[in-house]
């Protein structure tokens, strides 16, 4: 699988936007299309104006393959639940500690614990300053949140959303500008 980009509230702890504003902007900016299932939809008109892709012109599948998978273009809805989850993949990068920047080698264990025990705090064994695992600095390597819009099919970094859909999409539910990060296809 390619991967996904997830967009989601800037705070992952606060209580999530109803999802029926978040689906009413999506349409609105014609991000989204006719739905594909439960919680997804086709790809709007308007999603390549919304999410930059670098590279040349990359070859990108927006109609779902023959074999009825998921790795084409299309947006997922995920959430809202009781607490934040986190979504990793397999291109995370090791993430830093936010007060010494030492790097976390061994950061699944961290992604279970945070899993089992979002709240769980994390000590670094470098500095010895104490943490939530959320706050480490994932480099956009890892989502998290009580609600996220998936966009799926797009490689790390290489999708990236513009400043106007992140804004639209916070202003739509009444908070701040959303986030962005990359992890692997929750599909
Ligand atoms: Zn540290």
């Known amino acids: 699988m390619t991967g996904s980009l997830y967009l989601s509230p800037n705070d992952p ?11 009413a902007a999506l349409t609105e900016l014609q991000m989204i299309g006719p739905p594909h299932g439960e ?3 086709l790809a709007g ?25 998921t790795d084409f273009c299309h947006v997922a809805l995920l959430g809202p639940s009781a607490q934040p989850r986190i979504i990793t993949g ?14 976390v080698k061994d950061w699944a264990p961290l992604a279970e614990r945070f899993d089992a025990d979002p709240a769980a ?8 300053a104490g943490h939530r695992i959320d706050t480490l600095r994932w480099r956009q390597h890892a989502a998290f949140g009580r609600l996220l819009v998936e966009i799926r099919s797009v490689f790390p970094a ?30």
């Open 39 to 41: 919680a997804t939809w």
């Open 158 to 187: 290489e999708g990236v959303p513009s400043d106007e859909l992140l804004e639209t999409l916070g202003k739509a539910c009444g908070m701040d500008s959303w986030q962005f990060a990359w992890a692997a296809s929750s599909a």
């Open 90 to 103: 397999p291109n995370t990068l090791n993430p830093r500690c936010p007060t010494c920047k030492a790097r």
């Open 45 to 69: 008109d308007a999603l390549l104006r919304h999410i930059t892709f670098a590279g040349c012109s990359p070859y990108l599948a927006l109609t779902p393959p023959p074999d009825g998978g």
């Open 13 to 23: 702890w606060g209580t999530p936007p109803p999802a029926q504003a978040v689906v």
């Open 121 to 128: 705090p994390w000590t670094c064994p470098s500095c010895n």
